[in-house]
Nanobody
Framework: EVHIEVSAGGEVQPGESLTLSCVASGFPYGTNCIGWFRETPGHKREAVAAISRRDGVAYYADSMKGRFTISQDYAENTAYLQMNDLKPEDTGMYYC?????????????????WGLGSQVLVSS
C-alpha cells in the first residue's frame, strides 16, 4: 500500500530555515517523482519543486528558485525540501505528492498520491 508521509512543519522567524521531508513508501520499484506544493493564504495550490527519483534532476517553479532546494535519499525513498531565508509570505500548508502519470513534475494534476499537509508558519 502506498503511503506518503510528510514531516511536521513548524514555526520559524523570518530569515530562518526549515527542512521538510517526504517519505514515499509502498511502491514496488519506487516512485518516479516526488513533488512539493504549497497553499498560502489567498492563493491556490502552487508548485514549489519536484525531483526525479531515477536521476535526481530537480525542477523548480520560477518563483521558488533561489531559496528552496529539493534533494533526495534514493535508498530511503525520501525527498527533502530545504527552505532558506523564510518570509512571512511562505506561511502555509506544504504538501508532498508522488508518482506522475505524465512527465510534468510541476503539475499538481499529474500526481497520483498525496500526503497530508504540513503547516509552516513564518512569524516574528
Amino acid at each position: 500500500e502506498v503511503h506518503i508521509e510528510v514531516s511536521a512543519g513548524g514555526e520559524v522567524q523570518p530569515g530562518e530555515s526549515l527542512t521538510l521531508s517526504c517519505v514515499a513508501s509502498g511502491f514496488p520499484y519506487g516512485t518516479n517523482c516526488i513533488g512539493w506544493f504549497r497553499e498560502t493564504p489567498g492563493h491556490k495550490r502552487e508548485a514549489v519543486a519536484a525531483i526525479s527519483r531515477r536521476d535526481g534532476v530537480a525542477y523548480y517553479a520560477d518563483s521558488m528558485k533561489g531559496r528552496f532546494t529539493i534533494s533526495q535519499d534514493y535508498a530511503e525513498n525520501t525527498a527533502y525540501l530545504q527552505m532558506n531565508d523564510l518570509k512571512p509570505e511562505d506561511t502555509g500548508m506544504y504538501y508532498c505528492a508522488a508518482e506522475l502519470r505524465g512527465w510534468k513534475p510541476l503539475s499538481q494534476y499529474e500526481y497520483i498520491h498525496w500526503g497530508l499537509g504540513s503547516q509552516v508558519l513564518v512569524s516574528s
